[in-house]
Nanobody, 123 residues
Framework: QVQLVESGGGLVQAGGSLRLSCTVS????????MAWFRQVPGKEREFVTG????????YYADSVKGRFTISRDNAKNTVYLQMNSLKPEDTAVYYC????????????????WGQGTQVTVSS
């Protein structure tokens, strides 16, 4: 069984910063590709960022490139999303996801998902 739990969401002013965390159960975290997706009502869940098992390869959606940073600490079974220069359009439910192969860009690439954490950016 693999379980993912997100934390760190909340309300922040535009231009501010927020740091999300995702902790994965078990002792095989270091073998997983990890990713963050986000979703707003009426829209499809979209890829935000992902990283391979070692953290040496990272990928970002154009909308967040230069503002968001994904990182991981395999010793803590945790992946992070540092969000800077937040904009109102970043408001969404953010989901952590884990996969058993390389980084993918669709939800079908990730069999394991967290329950999501709400991020709200006020203007």
């Amino acid at each position: 069984q693999v379980q993912l739990v997100e934390s760190g969401g909340g309300l922040v002013q535009a231009g501010g910063s927020l740091r999300l965390s995702c902790t994965v159960s078990g002792r095989t975290f270091a073998t997983y590709a990890m990713a963050w997706f986000r979703q707003v009502p009426g829209k499809e869940r979209e890829f935000v960022t992902g990283t391979n098992w070692s953290g040496r390869r990272t990928y970002y959606a154009d909308s967040v490139k230069g503002r968001f940073t994904i990182s991981r600490d395999n010793a803590k079974n945790t992946v992070y999303l540092q969000m800077n220069s937040l904009k109102p359009e970043d408001t969404a439910v953010y989901y952590c996801a884990a996969g058993q192969t390389g980084v993918g860009y669709t939800l079908h690439d990730y069999p394991y998902w967290g329950q999501g954490t709400q991020v709200t950016v006020s203007s």
